[in-house]
């Protein structure tokens, strides 16, 4: 194979010193048109070129003109040579304007300066652009003989992505990928080429243009591509035979998101099938600046996000409370480099223990509180009965309460869509814990509130990542039925729901989140499949294990015949008669189910959550065995 055409830099500079005398004696003549007078002012014209030698390549080198690979010679390099030549010469005729003041020469003729930096810009430009132009040449009769073998690849995005994916094609024949085409939805390209390839239509001629161009494959090179977009040009090309693939965005691949195995790092929006939620910054802002805000389980995927989320609000102090040191620790030294100055206050501490969370209050004195420690993994929770009482019910009674007891403003309890008719024990904990939160703010008058929301795409647990160590490790995919359905929601947008619920609580109000129809893990596991490059039955098997206990096919996010109103944020409503208010009967229910689970009453504890909670079923599901719950 034959080197790539390069050209020193010292040649470079050498060229430059026989051009600068042309481009100086080219101003006269200019000038000055060969009459008389060239003549008398060559005594001139001797010491501007004998200057400009020296000024000229000293600013160039200055500018970097001296350490560039001209052969990759783009338009920032045509803006570098005009800022350069410019500089050199206001430095030359300043230079000569000195030594005409000092009376080294005679004469001082300011429309020279002017035609030579013309004839400069023409010269220093022409010469570094040649070697790019030589470099083409060679490079397109290198690749002449082997486009006759290559596939014929059409490319969907001509924006900056797509430019640099047919770029490097065209530049590396031995891809033997050769594009023919662009797609593009912006009506203004259409009819355009960029890099001598054609832009053949819009995403909707897809169909068409694969069949008139002959394509054997498609590349999608839009990096910021929403799910949908992605998915119709897959479905598309799946149907036709042919294969495709996606460009991450170079910021993907700078930062390690993408394998050899993979060409993109799916992107957790993609799967949603609609479009995310968007915060509204007001509400927020007024609620977090220059408050004190505690964030409990500040180490999991919701309090983590949370902590970053509020961060952003300039409280006053952050206290970052947890269980788990190590979640903590990593959470805090990413908080500490992106936000140096916010007041951070890392917490170990167990929600089950009051003393512990007394003590955390009376120290640091929280005006808002956001509840997300909680244990939440159903299948667990099922073989662990005692504990999801003690950690979901009594922690959240001992925050409640001492939360009360400190006057603090507001409180925001992270729930479930698991909480509605539980069928589970983790949904009948976290009901038990919505109606202990509840109370407590009508009760008092307090924006005491709780957010309800479904399964949320990325977090520690969530079946995302699970797919996806599947994927990479070949498959197969475990799926439990083929028609388990879930809400879904991503990490931001969970956080966003709990955010702006805490900016709109008046007091004993749950908010849930617009969350779409609820998809099919099925269809999910196929998108994740196909938008990570491969084919489902093909390259990945897809296996149904049978439902686990305390599962359902599908969710709900509030009781039959409960009403919601809209807010003022169009994705987010707020439930009416969620709750009676129980008082004695919901304090002696929860001292009942936390003595029992003390006492390891696990019969006892289910009995109480069916008789307590409407419309549960805990007690439907039998108890499990270890194995089922994998």
Not at 139 to 150: D, P, Y
Not at 160 to 170: C, I, K
Not at 201 to 214: E, F, K, M, P
Not at 334 to 359: C, F, G, Q, T, W
Request: net charge positive; aromatic share 6%; hydrophobic share 45%.
């Amino acid at each position: 194979m034959r080197g790539k055409f390069n050209i020193r830099n010292r040649y470079i500079l050498f060229g430059d010193l026989l051009l600068i005398p042309l481009a100086v004696l080219g101003s006269f003549v200019l000038r000055f048109e060969l009459a008389d007078s060239f003549y008398q002012y060559l005594p001139f014209a001797y010491w501007l070129i004998g200057t400009a030698l020296i000024v000229k390549p000293i600013v160039y080198y200055f500018f970097g003109m001296y350490r560039r690979l001209w052969l990759y010679a783009s338009i920032k390099e045509l803006i570098l040579i005009a800022a350069a030549v410019t500089a050199a010469s206001a430095a030359l005729a300043l230079v000569m304007l000195l030594m005409n003041t000092l009376g080294v020469i005679d004469s001082y003729l300011r429309s020279v300066f002017v035609i030579d930096w013309l004839l400069s810009l023409v010269t220093v430009g022409g010469l570094r652009l040649t070697l790019r132009l030589i470099a083409e040449l060679r490079q397109n009769q290198a690749n002449s003989g082997v486009v006759s073998r290559s596939k014929r690849v059409l490319v969907v995005g001509a924006g900056d992505a797509g430019a640099m994916v047919v770029r490097e094609l065209q530049k590396n024949p031995q891809i033997n990928l050769i594009p023919v085409g662009f797609l593009d939805d912006n009506p203004t390209k259409q009819r355009q080429q960029i890099h001598g390839v054609p832009i053949v239509g819009t995403i909707t001629d897809l169909t068409r243009v694969l069949d008139r161009l002959r394509v054997n494959e498609v590349i999608i090179a839009i990096p910021s591509a929403p799910g949908r977009v992605v998915r119709t040009v897959a479905d598309i090309a799946r149907l036709k035979g042919i294969p495709f693939r996606t460009m991450p965005g170079i910021y993907e691949l700078l930062g390690g998101k993408v394998s050899v195995s993979r060409l993109r790092e799916v992107d957790i929006s993609d799967l949603l099938r609609r479009q995310p939620t968007r915060i509204r910054d007001e509400k927020v802002g007024s609620v977090l600046s220059g408050k004190v805000v505690l964030v409990t389980g500040a180490g999991g995927s919701i309090g983590r996000e949370l902590c970053r989320q509020i961060a952003r609000w300039g409280p006053e102090e952050l206290i970052m409370l947890g269980h788990g040191e190590n979640s903590i620790f990593e959470a805090l030294l990413e908080l500490k480099e992106a936000y140096p100055s916010l007041h951070l206050h890392p917490v170990i501490a167990d929600v089950r223990d009051r003393m512990r969370i007394n003590n955390v209050f009376a120290q640091y004195r929280p005006n808002v509180v956001y509840h997300t420690a909680a244990h939440k993994h159903v299948s667990l929770m099922e073989v662990n009965v005692e504990e999801a009482v003690t950690n979901n019910i009594l922690g959240t009674k001992n925050l409640v309460d001492t939360a009360m007891q400190h006057d603090v403003e507001r409180l925001v309890m992270i729930s479930s869509d698991k909480a509605i008719r539980p069928v589970n024990i983790m949904g009948a904990t976290k009901r038990i814990a919505e109606m202990v939160v509840l109370e407590a703010g009508r009760r008092a008058n307090k924006p005491y509130s709780v957010v309800r929301f479904g399964n949320v795409l990325g977090s520690r647990g969530s079946v995302v990542p699970i797919f996806n160590r599947q994927i990479a490790r070949g498959g197969p995919v475990t799926i439990t039925h083929p028609d388990m359905k879930r809400y879904f929601m991503t990490i931001p947008e969970a956080v966003y729901l709990v955010l702006q619920a805490g900016g709109m609580g008046l007091g004993g109000e749950t908010f849930v989140l617009n969350m779409g129809q609820q998809v099919r893990i099925l269809d999910l596991a196929e998108d994740l499949i196909r938008l990570s490059g491969l084919e489902p039955g093909r390259d990945i098997e897809i296996v149904f294990t049978g439902v686990r206990p305390g599962e359902k096919l599908a969710e709900d996010l509030w009781d039959e015949g409960f009403q919601f109103k809209s807010t003022e944020h169009p994705d987010i409503f707020r439930l009416d008669n969620t709750e009676p208010l129980l008082g004695d009967r919901l304090h002696q229910a929860v001292d009942e189910l936390i003595q029992l689970s003390r006492d390891g009453s696990r019969d006892e504890i289910i009995t109480l959550l069916d008789q307590f909670i409407p419309g549960a079923a805990v007690r439907a599901n039998p108890p499990p065995e270890i194995t089922s719950i994998i």
